[in-house]
């Protein structure tokens, strides 16, 4: 079992009133409730105009249990700080990843003042950080360069991104990352279903980590087979659906530009919630699966779909 907690440092003291005494009731078998958290994107369903939701307008529940909003933050303002990592795959095609390092550094020179960004690449089932997290943004910029575009950069881009997520420390705030990779997996053919991928889901939902993912076809014949390059752009899709983010390709060639992915990601970074719920206490922390509502006219709630719950005071 995966050890760390998540924590955003914005937890609240749940204090259950008698009006909820029919969640007491519901959680008594497991101890009471106590407060899970998600970082939730808001998004039209269509045009660009993202509905404003508040906390009476979100539901959430566990199987057919709806549970309790205790809060919903805004994440702007005061709370807007985020650490957010671009984490490059070093087997991709340096040709179609040069074509749009201006992109990215664009992107990030332009996160604002309360983002801090680092830059690292995933070779060999592990990340080379090449730059720590700052708020210069033009020294971020910096940390960009050509990926190898080799073999020597082999292994499983899930195991790096489970890497970069064991070395992050914990922090009081939002984290995400923006993975650019084909998605193919080196270490074996697992089809749909990869330990590696659920592995590195269940690190992020753990620790509340958000992942968006572009693709971008990689280096060699390898890269080049349709069978590899079906299976990698669905386990950027599932890796980016399950901890609440957005997988973007079009089809298997190299994207012409990342400027409207990366516009739609920060439009996404600038419409997020801090949700804390009260949930039924577990014997022992664990992921639990939730799912969201909102009856509010053209917005729908994007987050992981899966919380890390912990116990009671009195719990093991």
Do not use: C
């Amino acid at each position: 079992m995966l050890q760390s907690k998540f924590t955003l440092g914005l937890f609240l003291a749940v204090a259950l009133s008698a009006g909820a005494g029919s969640i007491r009731a519901q959680n008594a078998s497991s101890g009471g409730a106590v407060p899970a958290h998600l970082v939730v994107t808001v998004v039209a369903h269509s045009g660009n105009q993202v509905p404003a939701v508040q906390a009476g307008d979100v539901q959430v529940y566990q199987k057919r249990e709806r549970l309790q909003v205790t809060d919903w933050t805004p994440l702007q303002g005061a709370q807007a700080a985020l650490q957010l990592f671009i984490a490059v795959d070093d087997a991709a095609q340096p040709a179609a990843f040069g074509s749009n390092m201006a992109d990215l550094r664009n992107f990030i020179t332009s996160q604002p003042a309360t983002t801090a960004v680092g830059v690292a690449y995933m070779r060999n089932g592990t990340v080379t950080i090449t730059q720590q997290l700052t708020n210069d943004h033009a020294a971020a910029a910096k940390g960009v360069r050509l990926p190898l575009g080799n073999h020597g950069a082999f292994g499983s881009v899930y195991l790096s991104i489970a890497d970069l997520i064991q070395r992050w420390p914990q922090s009081s705030v939002r984290r995400e990352i923006v993975m650019i990779s084909d998605g193919i997996d080196e270490l074996g053919s697992f089809g749909v279903s990869n330990p590696y991928v659920d592995s590195a889901v269940q690190k992020a939902q753990q620790n509340g980590i958000v992942i968006f993912a572009i693709y971008t076809p990689g280096f060699g014949r390898y890269y080049r087979s349709y069978w590899r390059m079906n299976m990698g752009q669905i386990h950027l899709s599932q890796i980016s659906d399950e901890t609440g983010g957005e997988a973007y390709f079009l089809g298997f060639q190299a994207p012409v530009s990342y400027t409207p992915y990366l516009d739609d990601i920060g439009q996404r970074l600038r419409h997020q919630y801090l949700l804390t719920f009260a949930a039924p206490a577990q014997n022992k922390p664990r992921l639990v699966p939730v799912r969201l509502r909102t009856e509010v006219p053209n917005a729908e709630l994007i987050a992981a779909d899966q919380a890390w719950v912990g116990t009671t005071a009195g719990g093991r």
